[in-house]
């Protein structure tokens, strides 16, 4: 890649509404491959493919850990990329048509028969999937650490990307069962509600939909926060290191690791849920549809106020809530459809939180390189991406391998007792379980609004006394002192 100098901006400057807005729309293509490789994957294995429930588990599992240990390599890489789009958006728009591409052979099984081929076929397009997800979505989330420095826009810029997200939902929890049920081919297909032809044209459909999304993100947006000479020389070692002792980055790790394995578990078994304990599979459209309605009307609200009442403290109730309304899913939500839909409705709303989450990475990133020296954009992104990624793996694996050991079969037409409690248990006991857990490591968060504004004003001192150092032909040792000097001033202003 060429590199190409851009014209400087000040880093705490607010985001034009175009880049906001344009922003928001890579993640309104990715939920399109995310969510329904997380909702409707496991099924395709199980009741398509034929896999056993156990075997798409481990499937899962390898996949992601796999996956998992290449995303710190990538993200090391990705931040010290030199090209004359920037550091992250070129895996945007180059990473996007092959993940398209991916996603749709991830939902086509050309073996019959045996389980190995099929076994294979599955792991290798899954682990194909992953790496290509990490290599676009990554970069993409990446994006808001380096387009302004301020705490206030990332929060903003997050609270975009939740709507495109929500947005997505929104379109597939009413589109996708309607759109499987109308595209098959057989009459086993017509009673079940979907067979291989309709799960290879429906995932071309939302490939196809991806794709322009994520470019929009990748042309239009600017990044404005650059790594420093001393800051790019920083080996891979010391760069993985100060991902793992930034003790902030890793309450977000954490939280996020905990409360996501529920929640993608719990995606990954809805549809069986509805098919086999609400009896209707099209009932999906109507669960997921309330649901979505509920985080909608939450993470529209809600994120403006974590500005006052602190992003720790809203993460906590919407952890909270969320755990205790599903454990009313679990003891009361086969009763009744109403009730279900209400439940439903309020654990969508308690999700209120998830712009928020995502806002405290470049947080954490700011904290470190306030504290160091070392920044670490991709590499701390790509940590907070491993711990949804592994937690896509374990929830999802976990939810198969409690269906699998309460006997759950794909190829039957009726469930046993037994299995259908082991849906309920992965659908709504072990989210239940893990958001309650979540609320563990967000005790340890720091960062309030003023400690931020704190460390923003101070690392722009420190950058532009730096860059106009370098600008005087001084040593990157000497602008480095005098950045510091210049820091330890700002600071002594702030507190007189």
């Not at 081929?117 to 290798?124: D, E, L, S, Y």
């Not at 991406?385 to 269906?403: C, Q, V």
């Not at 007792?417 to 720091?446: D, E, H, Q, R, Y």
Request: hydrophobic share 50%; glycine share 10%.
């Amino acid at each position: 890649m060429t590199t190409q100098s851009e014209a400087p901006a000040t880093p705490g400057a607010q985001v034009p509404l175009k880049e906001k807005i344009s922003y928001g729309f890579a993640e309104f293509g990715s939920q399109f491959i995310w969510t329904t490789v997380g909702s409707y994957l496991l099924v395709f294995y199980t009741d398509i493919a034929l896999i056993p429930a156990v075997a798409a588990g481990n499937i899962l599992l390898a996949a992601r850990v796999l996956d998992g240990i290449q995303d710190l390599a990538f993200g090391y890489i990705a931040e010290r990329t030199k090209s004359r789009w920037g550091r992250f958006r070129p895996y945007v728009i180059f990473g996007a048509p092959l993940l398209s591409i991916t996603m749709v052979l991830a939902f086509w099984m050309p073996f019959h028969g045996g389980n190995g081929a099929k076994i294979a076929w599955a792991g290798i397009t899954y682990v194909l999937l992953c790496f290509l997800y990490t290599v676009a979505n990554m970069s993409y989330g990446s994006l808001a650490g380096v387009m302004t420095t301020d705490s206030g826009e990332r929060v903003i810029l997050n609270w975009i990307r939740n709507i495109g997200s929500q947005a997505a939902g929104l379109i597939m929890d009413v589109a996708t069962p309607f759109l499987l049920l109308a595209l098959v081919a057989s009459t086993a297909g017509r009673e079940r509600g979907y067979d291989s032809r309709s799960y290879l044209l429906t995932m071309a459909i939302y490939a196809l939909i991806a794709l322009p999304a994520f470019l929009i993100t990748g042309i239009n947006v600017r990044e404005r926060i650059t790594m420093t000479p001393e800051q790019q020389k920083v080996p891979f070692g010391r760069t993985v290191k100060a991902v793992l002792t930034n003790d902030q980055l890793m309450v977000v790790f954490f939280a996020l690791l905990l409360q996501l394995f529920g929640l993608f578990g719990r995606i990954g078994v809805m549809f069986f849920y509805c098919r086999w304990i609400l009896g209707n599979p099209l009932l999906m459209a109507g669960v997921m549809l309330a649901f979505r309605v509920g985080m909608i009307i939450g993470s529209l609200v809600l994120p403006p106020f974590a500005l006052k009442l602190g992003k720790r403290n809203m993460m906590m109730a919407s952890v909270l809530s969320g755990g205790i309304i599903l454990l009313l899913i679990f003891f009361f939500g086969q009763t009744n459809l109403t009730v279900l839909l209400v439940l439903q409705f309020l654990y969508g709303f308690s999700g209120f939180a998830s712009p928020i989450a995502l806002s405290m990475v470049p947080d954490a990133v700011d904290y470190y390189e306030h504290k160091t020296g070392v920044r670490a954009d991709g590499t701390s992104y790509a940590t907070v991406s491993l711990s949804t990624k592994l937690a896509n793996a374990l929830g999802g694996a976990f939810a198969l391998y409690i269906m699998g050991w309460f006997g759950y079969n794909g190829a039957l037409d009726v469930q046993s007792a037994s299995a259908l409690t082991g849906i309920n248990i992965a659908a709504n006991l072990l989210p239940a379980i893990m958001a309650l857990v979540a609320f563990i490591p967000l005790c340890f968060w720091k960062l309030d609004t003023k400690t931020m504004a704190k460390i923003s004003s101070e690392l722009e001192v420190k950058r532009a006394a730096q860059a106009e150092a370098l600008a005087q032909g001084l040593s990157l040792d000497e602008a480095e002192r005098i950045a510091e000097q210049a820091t330890e001033e700002a600071a002594d202003h702030l507190q007189g």
